[in-house]
């Protein structure tokens, strides 16, 4: 990991929710993760 991959990786709190979102022609799919991976 380069210094700025360990800043990101650093920003995330408990407070931290991270969002993914697939967007595909027909199906749609969306992640919510927090800190700890749930």
Same mark, same amino acid.
């Given at each position: ?22 967007? @595909?022609?027909?199906?749609?799919? @969306? ?8």
């Amino acid at each position: 990991m380069n210094c700025t991959q360990n800043y990101k990786i650093d920003q995330v709190t408990e407070q931290t929710l991270v969002v993914g979102i697939d967007i @595909a022609k027909r199906t749609h799919y @969306a992640c919510f993760v927090d800190d700890r991976g749930r």
